[in-house]
């Protein structure tokens, strides 16, 4: 196992790319990172784990899903620096809820495959409605109000979170439970829209908020103070 782990300049690459295929049918499934401790972790348990560029973290594929990858075979490129891995896929691959992630054609636009799961029973609502999002910023502003709302910059967007915490604020003085959670959904949408435009994945905030757990919430603000 250690062989194969130095064979990789880590200095060099950091984030080694890694296309994952699927044993039976050699479909290729989807195409992820590693750094050098979730090789270690792939290698050592045989289950695929990889490095979320987006969560910033460890992420062990199917660690919410249930849609884990076990790995038959790992194989590294002549180059050192492209690893190949074989997987019995369970479930699917795609966060879309399709089997795997190459499923429109690049000329046509023609999707190739149906969902087989419905992406919000894999990652929940929030995750999902994120994924929805950054998906939207290549869609066209005049059919999609994502669209048209991303394509408008920060002002526009910021504007909209801060619009919809005044009326979340203001339903709660008035003591509405309908309009509360009404807002409240508003005001989530919008927020995860501005996250979305800086590429910041949701999983980062409740990355924060666990950090907080292990603090008092008056330490945790004298933190941010020094």
Known sequence: MQEIINKIDWQKIELLPVVVQDIITNEVLMMAYMNEEALTLSLSTKIAHYFSRSKQRIWKKGESSGHIQEIDSFSIDCDNDTLLIKVKQHGVA?????????????????????????????????????????????????????????????????????????????????????????????????????????????????????????????????????
């Open 94 to 226: 795609c966060h879309t809820g399709r089997r795997s992630c190459f499923f429109t054609e690049l000329q046509t636009g023609t999707i190739k495959s149906e969902i087989e799961v419905k992406s919000e029973a894999l990652y929940g609502v929030i995750d999902t409605l994120y994924h929805t999002i950054q998906e939207r910023k290549f869609a066209d502003p005049s059919t999609s109000w994502t669209a048209k709302l991303l394509s408008k910059g920060d002002n526009t967007i910021l504007k909209k979170v801060v619009e919809e915490a005044a009326e979340f604020s203001f339903a709660c003085k008035d003591s509405d439970e309908k309009e509360i959670i009404y807002e409240a959904a508003d005001l989530t949408y919008h927020v995860l829209v501005a996250l979305a435009a800086k590429n910041i994945s949701p999983d980062r905030i409740k990355q924060e908020l666990s950090r907080r757990f292990d603090m008092s919430g008056i330490a945790e603000k004298n933190s941010r103070d020094t």
